[in-house]
C-alpha cells in the first residue's frame, strides 16, 4: 500500500483478486492503473477537440461559447470564472490544452455528464469564504489584458458587480459609481485586494471604519465620498 499509494480498500481487493500473491498484485494494480489513465485520457482529449481552435492549439471563445452551451450556463454566469480558477487558467476567454485538461483532471472530470454534475459543487464554492477569496484574486489577473499590471476600469467594475452580487455588499453600486465620477483610472492589485478586507471587515454604515487604518488612498476618498454625499453619516 505503501509503495503504491492505493487506499486499503483498493489494495485488498487487489490482493484478493491475485489470490494473495503480492508480485500478481503489484502487476494487476499497475496494469488497471495505466488502462485508466488511458481511458482518462483519450476521454479528455475528445473533450478538448470538440472545443479547441480550429487553427490554433487552443481554446478561445467560440470554444468556450460551445462550452457554455454543453454545459447549459450562461456565459456571463459567475460559475465560469471558478471554472477558469479550478484550470489555473492565465487569460480570461481562452484555455490552454494543460490548462483545461489539468483543471478537469483535477476535478475528477473526463465526461460532459460529470462536468454538469460538478457545476452546483463549483457553484456551491464560492459560499466557502477562503476560496471566495481566492477567486477573487485570481479574477484580477485572470480579467487584465496581457503584459498590463492594472485592470482596465470598465472591467474591473464589471467583475465587482459578479462577484459582490455573490456576498451582497451593499455599497457596490456607490463605489462603481464612486471611481468612475473621481477615478476613471486602471485599478492596482493593491487596491482590487484590499477592497475586498474592506468589504468584509468594514460594516455598512462605516461605524468602524478607522482613518489611520492602512487602506489604499483610494478606499479613503470613497470613504469621503460617501460621506460628503450624505450615503452613510459619520458615526451612524
Not at 487506499?7 to 502487476?27: C, T
Not at 494494480?29 to 487552443?58: A, G, V
Not at 459543487?121 to 503584459?147: C, T
Not at 478586507?197 to 460594516?203: D, H, L, Q, S, T
Amino acid at each position: 500500500m505503501t509503495i503504491t499509494g492505493a487506499s486499503e480498500k483498493v489494495a485488498l481487493q487487489v490482493l484478493k483478486a491475485s489470490d494473495w500473491h503480492l508480485e500478481g498484485a503489484f502487476d494487476m494494480f499497475y496494469s488497471r492503473s495505466q488502462i485508466q489513465t488511458l481511458t482518462d485520457t483519450r476521454h479528455l482529449e475528445e473533450l478538448y477537440n470538440r472545443y479547441k481552435d480550429p487553427y490554433l492549439d487552443m481554446i478561445l471563445a467560440d470554444g468556450i461559447s460551445l462550452l457554455c452551451s454543453d454545459l447549459q450556463v450562461d456565459p456571463q454566469d459567475i460559475v465560469t470564472l471558478v471554472v477558469s480558477w479550478h484550470m489555473k487558467a492565465a487569460a480570461m476567454c481562452e484555455f490552454s490544452k494543460q490548462e483545461f485538461v489539468g483543471g478537469l483532471q483535477s476535478l475528477g472530470i473526463d465526461s460532459l455528464d460529470k462536468f454538469r454534475e460538478r457545476i452546483p459543487f463549483m457553484r456551491s464554492e464560492l459560499k466557502d469564504e477562503q476560496k471566495f477569496r481566492e477567486i477573487y484574486n485570481f479574477a484580477f489577473g485572470w480579467a487584465k489584458e496581457k503584459g498590463q499590471k492594472s485592470l482596465a476600469l470598465d472591467t474591473a467594475i464589471g467583475m465587482w458587480q459578479l462577484l459582490f452580487a455573490e456576498k451582497q455588499w451593499p455599497l457596490v453600486d456607490h463605489w462603481c459609481q464612486f471611481l468612475q465620477e473621481k477615478h476613471n483610472k486602471a485599478i492596482s492589485r493593491d487596491t482590487w485586494s484590499q477592497l475586498l478586507e474592506f468589504a468584509r471587515i468594514v460594516n455598512p454604515s462605516l461605524s468602524n471604519y478607522d482613518a489611520e487604518g492602512a487602506w489604499p488612498y483610494l478606499i479613503d476618498e470613497f470613504v469621503e465620498y460617501l460621506n460628503e454625499n450624505g450615503i452613510v453619516q459619520k458615526g451612524e
